[in-house]
């Protein structure tokens, strides 16, 4: 079965910065693409970055030089390094396949980033 488990999150104040990390199994992890995807409070989820089976990376311009995503596909884990942070960052941050499985999400993990 498809699950993916976040982990990573935090308090941290303006300006520092989190590793989060995401655990996936039920599937190929090698051919598949993966996103971070973050939720803010009262907001819709939105997509933050993608990786791409070949390693290509693609950011949201809220977060680009801010935020690398990256994989390993021997862990079956995605990364989402974040530093700079902002309290606009302030959300829930969940991982998914790109385009996302949309019946496999997990719990995520809470990042509050306070100025």
């Known amino acids: 079965q498809v699950q993916f488990v976040e982990s990573g999150g935090g308090l941290v104040q303006a300006g520092g910065s989190l590793r989060l990390s995401c655990a996936a199994s039920g599937m190929t992890f090698s051919i598949n693409a993966f996103g971070w995807y973050r939720q803010a409070p009262g907001k819709q989820r939105d997509l933050v970055a993608i990786i791409y089976s070949d390693g290509t990376r693609s950011n949201v311009d809220s977060v680009k030089g801010r935020f690398t995503i990256s994989r390993d596909n021997a862990k079956n884990t995605v990364y989402l390094q974040m530093n700079s942070l902002k309290p606009e960052d302030t959300a829930v941050y969940l991982c998914?396949?790109?385009?996302?499985?949309?019946?496999?999400w997990g719990q995520g993990t809470q990042v509050t980033v306070s100025s």
């Open positions: 998914n396949r790109y385009p996302a499985f949309n019946n496999y």
